[in-house]
C-alpha cells in the first residue's frame, strides 16, 4: 500500500488516552459478567434487492440481531429506505474496498478521480484484498471511507458500527487498522475490531493515538469454514459453531439472501458464499430449532446498540 504522505498527519485531532483507555479497552470483555453474548451479523445489505428483503426478514422473524450495508452497492438506497423503515434494528457500515462477483461489480463512493489507486483499468474496486492493499493509496483509502460513513449521515441514519467487507482494512498495515478506527471515533461510531486483528496495533507506538475505550472489541469472531461445510453441511456446521460461543463477545458472521434469478445471475460461476448458500444461511437462522438452541446454550442474542434480545 503507497503512502503520499506521512501517517502523523492524517489523524492529528486524536487525543492521547494510552493509559487509562488501554486498561479499560482490555478488559471490556468482563463487563459481560462471564455471560456469552453473540452477536448474530448479516454482511453485504445493499448488495441486492435479494439481499435486503432477506435481511429484514432475518432480523425480524429470526435471531440475526445485526446488519451491514455495502454503501458503493447498486441496492444501498433501497436498503436505507429498509433501514429508514425499520430503525429500531441495529444496522451499521460495511466499509467496502472490494468488487468480488464475476457478473456484478461496482466502483466507489467517490468520484474516480480522487481514489483512482482504488480502481482497476475498468473503473471498479478490485476483486480481492490482496490486489486492493497492492494498489492502494492510504489518503484515498480515507476518502472513500468519509464518503461511505457520510453517504449514511445525509440521510439522516446513524450506523451502530463501523466494519469491513472481506476484512480487507483489517488486513493491511497497522497504519490502515488505525486509520479506520480513528475515522470510527472521528464519526462517533463504533469500530469493530477482532482481538486477532488487535494484535497488530498492541503497541505504544500505534495505541497512542487511539481512545482504545471506543473500540469494539470482539473476544470470539465466527465465520463459515468452507472445508467444514464440504464435509458436514450448513446446518451441522453452524449448530458446532453455537456450541463454540464463549464468555464475553462474540460474533457470527452470515449472509442472508434469497436463491432467486437476480442473486443466481450475480454469483454465477461461484461455489461459496453464492446465492444457494446464502439462502441456507437465512433459513438456518429463521427456524424455531435454532432459537431453541440458542436458548439451550445459555446464549444471550444482543446487538452492537447494547440491546438485549
Known amino acids: 500500500m503507497s503512502k503520499r504522505t506521512s501517517f502523523q498527519n492524517v489523524i ?3 487525543r492521547i488516552v494510552f493509559a487509562a483507555g488501554l486498561l479499560q479497552f482490555i478488559s471490556c470483555s468482563s463487563n459481560f459478567g462471564g455471560e456469552k453474548n453473540l452477536i448474530i451479523h448479516s454482511d453485504d445489505f ?3 434487492r435479494s439481499h435486503n428483503l432477506a435481511t429484514i426478514n432475518a432480523m425480524r422473524e429470526g435471531v440475526v440481531t445485526s446488519a451491514s450495508l455495502m ?3 447498486s441496492w444501498r438506497d433501497d436498503a436505507l429506505n429498509l433501514w429508514k423503515e425499520n430503525d429500531d434494528l441495529d444496522f451499521g457500515i460495511h466499509l467496502t474496498f472490494t468488487s468480488e462477483w464475476t457478473n456484478y461489480r461496482w466502483g466507489g463512493v467517490s468520484p474516480d478521480s480522487l481514489i483512482s489507486s482504488l480502481l482497476d483499468k475498468d473503473g471498479f474496486m478490485y476483486p480481492t484484498c490482496g490486489e486492493f492493499l497492492e494498489n492502494a493509496d492510504i489518503d484515498e483509502i480515507e476518502i472513500e471511507i ?4 457520510e453517504y449514511v449521515l445525509e440521510k439522516g441514519l446513524r450506523p451502530s458500527h ?4 472481506m476484512s480487507c482494512l483489517y488486513r493491511g498495515s497497522p497504519e490502515l487498522i488505525v486509520l479506520y478506527l480513528s475515522l470510527a471515533e472521528e464519526y462517533g ?3 469493530m475490531l477482532t482481538k486477532q ?3 497488530k496495533i498492541d503497541s505504544k507506538k500505534y495505541l497512542s493515538g487511539l481512545n482504545i475505550s471506543k473500540i469494539g472489541l470482539v473476544d470470539n469472531l465466527l465465520i463459515a469454514d468452507e472445508n467444514l461445510y464440504d464435509k458436514v453441511g450448513m446446518y451441522e456446521m453452524y449448530d458446532k459453531y453455537l456450541q463454540k460461543v464463549k464468555p464475553g463477545l462474540n460474533v457470527l458472521l452470515i449472509h442472508t439472501a434469497y436463491d432467486n434469478e437476480e442473486m443466481k445471475a450475480m454469483t454465477e460461476g461461484f461455489e461459496y458464499w453464492a446465492s444457494r448458500w446464502r439462502e441456507e444461511d437465512l433459513k438456518y437462522f429463521t427456524q424455531e430449532s435454532t432459537k431453541q438452541k440458542i436458548n439451550d446454550l445459555n446464549i444471550k442474542l444482543v446487538d452492537w446498540n447494547g440491546i438485549v434480545y
Open 12 to 14: 492529528p485531532f486524536i
Open 46 to 48: 445493499g448488495l441486492s
Open 71 to 73: 454503501v458503493p452497492c
Open 146 to 149: 468519509r464518503a461511505q460513513i
Open 162 to 165: 463501523l466494519d469491513a467487507h
Open 189 to 191: 461510531i463504533t469500530g
Open 197 to 199: 486483528y488487535f494484535k
